[in-house]
């Protein structure tokens, strides 16, 4: 093995996007291993590599993780964008989950029979713009600094990224009422980081 973090899933976005991300946010490379077929998982039972039966599957420091949380925090924590102390922690934590709940809507998007996806769409928007974005707005706009937490990039930061980008891919003007989250610094911190990422983005 090289030495890189080895991921292993699907090659779609789904939970594995969010690790993707986060390691190139963090600089660090890594190696995929997209399963095709069922017996390629199968075999992973059965091997007893997958702690419940799921991916996404991480290869990290000797490690097998699996958990798609547990994996982020881990990468978050071990490359020092998990905040300073407990409560930007906290903080940090807050605005993951709050996030993840909203990537959950895009994630079964793809799933939605085709007459509810009309629907599901306008749920996303509305959910998007009256109860997420608005948080994120407002923390920028209240402490005036690039970063939601610490003045200092972190996971939240990575997270909040990937969803906007997401949700823009699906309603293109949803941040029109978001100056805050358009012009923010966080686009640039990852600007190097987002070229690893342009292929793992296109898929769906
Ligand atoms: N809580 C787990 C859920 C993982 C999960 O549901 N993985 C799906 C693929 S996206 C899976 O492996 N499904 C097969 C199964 O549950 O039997 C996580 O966040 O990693």
């Not at 291993?33 to 290869?59: A, C, H, N, S, W």
């Amino acid at each position: 093995m090289s030495g890189k973090p080895r991921l292993t899933y699907c090659n779609g976005r789904g939970r594995m996007e969010p690790v993707r991300w986060l390691l190139a946010a963090a600089g660090v490379e890594f190696e995929e291993i997209f399963l095709e077929t069922r017996e390629q998982y199968e075999k992973l039972i059965k091997d007893g590599v997958l702690m419940f039966q799921q991916v996404p599957l991480v290869e990290i420091d000797g490690m097998k993780m699996v958990q798609t949380r547990a994996i982020l925090s881990y990468i978050a924590g071990k490359y020092n964008l998990y905040g300073k102390d407990l409560k930007e922690r906290a903080l940090i934590d807050m605005y993951v989950e709050g996030i993840t709940d909203l990537m959950q809507m895009i994630l079964m998007f793809p799933f939605s029979p085709p007459e509810a996806k009309e629907k599901n769409l306008d749920s996303i928007k509305e959910r998007a713009t009256n109860r997420y974005f608005p948080v994120f707005e407002k923390v920028l706009k209240q402490h005036g600094q690039d970063f939601l937490v610490g003045n200092k990039f972190s996971w939240a930061d990575v997270q909040l990224i990937e969803a906007i980008l997401a949700v823009e891919e699906k309603i293109p003007a949803v941040l029109s009422g978001f100056p805050q989250l358009q012009e923010c610094g966080l686009f640039k911190e990852l600007s190097l980081s987002y070229g690893c990422l342009k292929s793992s983005t296109r898929r769906n």
